[in-house]
């Protein structure tokens, strides 16, 4: 997979997270046509990354653990990590590259 198909997978599961819009598992691999342990492997290596990922099961969707964050901010990746993952990039790219990903939806 291509680091820019990589990228927006990502993003895509991180929008419907923050909106709380991913429904159940089964819900959640349809709308994002992957398999379900594609989709846990996807989960998981965000939750690595410090996204505090959670299943509620009362409203049966994936969410961010607000006694993790704060609801009004966004959820931060150390920039090291960033770094890492998008090649090496200086602060200031990483930062603009991961503000048209996660932001600008």
Request: with cysteine; glycine share 6%; hydrophobic share 35%.
């Amino acid at each position: 997979m291509s680091l820019y198909s990589y990228i927006s997978r990502m993003s895509r599961i991180h929008f419907l997270i923050k909106k709380k819009r991913t429904g159940d598992p089964v819900g959640f691999v349809q709308k994002m046509s992957l398999s379900l342990s594609a989709l846990l492997k996807n989960l998981s290596e965000m939750k690595e990354l410090g996204f505090p990922i959670e299943y509620d099961k009362c409203r049966r969707t994936y969410r961010y653990n607000i006694d993790k964050i704060n609801s009004d901010e966004d959820v931060e990746v150390p920039f090291e990590v960033l770094k890492k993952i998008l090649g090496g990039k200086g602060r200031q790219e990483t930062q603009d590259l991961i503000q048209r990903i996660f932001y600008e939806v």
